[in-house]
């Protein structure tokens, strides 16, 4: 585990009494602390990726700050959500994408 990935619980900088809250990712309970955004709590619990190309290839955080899109998901009805910028909220339904690029109008 890299220092990047480091378990909510046990982030020695702790940097505000976060609560902790949960959501679903395809339907899979995952536990987070409140102000997390989506990326940093799928990157706590140890996943790299979360979607593919249409070639196949795993896609997770690159950039980090919403300018790749290749971190993309569904939240909700909501497609083509940037999960390095959004924050999770307790009882959000993630879904991965698995269905190449994403659909967005810039
Ligand atoms: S990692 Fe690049 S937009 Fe999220």
Known sequence: M?????????????????????????????TALEGQTIAGALLATGRTSWRSTTA???RGV????GVCFDC???VGETRDVRA????VHDGD???TQADGAPEVTL
């Open 62 to 65: 690159f950039c980090g700050i």
């Open 56 to 58: 196949g290839e795993p």
């Open 84 to 87: 390095c910028m959004r924050r």
């Open 2 to 30: 890299t220092s990047f990935m480091v378990p909510a619980a046990d982030d020695a900088v702790q940097p505000r009494q976060s609560l902790p809250i949960s959501f679903t990712l395809d339907g899979e309970h995952v």
């Open 93 to 95: 339904e993630v879904r």
């Open 72 to 74: 993309i998901v569904t």
